[in-house]
């Protein structure tokens, strides 16, 4: 069965201050993992995947399979990246996206 | 391209009533996924459907749902009858059939049955 797990249901920074969201998963196979992101009255939208290996917006994030972790990080962060943050799993050939409970992150000035 | 476009955006009803909530996913997209979102359970998904035929409808709740893709380009999620713990925000979602979980989401549905 495929499970993501946010522990973290709030959490809050200061403006500059580094920033890091916790998911761990569980999944029998390869997963594919994800992190979306939804900002106050937009719509739910990709982050980013773990396979880009990609820097967006200043955030990466890697996959650690011996720890079934895929935490998303930010150095310095702002107030603009205030949102709410999933985590997101799919497993290999499937189109089913599971998703965690979310972590809400308030950059505070 | 709109996007992934839901109706109707807030929905009240008292328990009992029938909800039917629309979604019109992205020109050219195969694949469509219905979500409800809450405090308590985040974001579940529901059932999705590939070239209009539902592939997995295990996180339907129980028979008080259905959802049907008459076309490409339309899909409904029925909720006969409503009770207040319904009450969610339910996300439409498209994407390519690629395996590669970017999915197109809509602004959602909010719902609350009283």
């Known amino acids: 069965a495929q499970r993501v797990t946010q522990p973290e249901k709030l959490l809050s920074v200061f403006k500059g201050a580094p920033v890091e969201l916790k998911c761990n998963y569980s999944y029998s196979g390869s997963p594919e993992l994800f992190w979306y992101v939804q900002y106050s009255r937009q719509r739910l939208q990709l982050l980013l995947r773990h396979i880009s290996r990609e820097s967006i917006k200043g955030f990466t994030a890697d996959l650690n399979k011996g720890e079934t972790s895929f935490h998303l990080k930010k150095p310095f962060a702002q107030e603009e990246d205030s949102a709410m943050y999933y985590c997101a799993l799919i497993g290999r050939g499937s189109e089913k996206l599971v998703f965690g409970k979310g972590t809400k992150l308030t950059v505070n000035p | ?114």
């Open chain 2, 1 to 114: 391209d709109a996007g992934v476009i839901q109706s109707p955006r807030h929905e009240v009803t008292e328990m009992g009533q029938e909800v039917t909530l629309r979604c019109k996913p992205i020109s050219g997209h195969n694949s469509l996924f219905w979500y409800r979102q809450t405090m308590m359970r985040g974001l579940e998904l529901l059932i999705y459907f590939n070239n209009n035929v539902p592939i997995d409808d295990s996180g339907m709740p129980e028979d008080r749902f259905s959802a049907k893709m008459p076309n490409a380009s339309f899909s409904t999620l029925k909720i006969q009858p409503s009770e207040p713990r319904d009450s969610a925000v339910y996300f439409c979602a498209s994407s390519l059939w690629q395996g590669n979980g970017e999915l197109f989401f809509g602004e959602g549905s909010r719902l609350t049955v009283l």
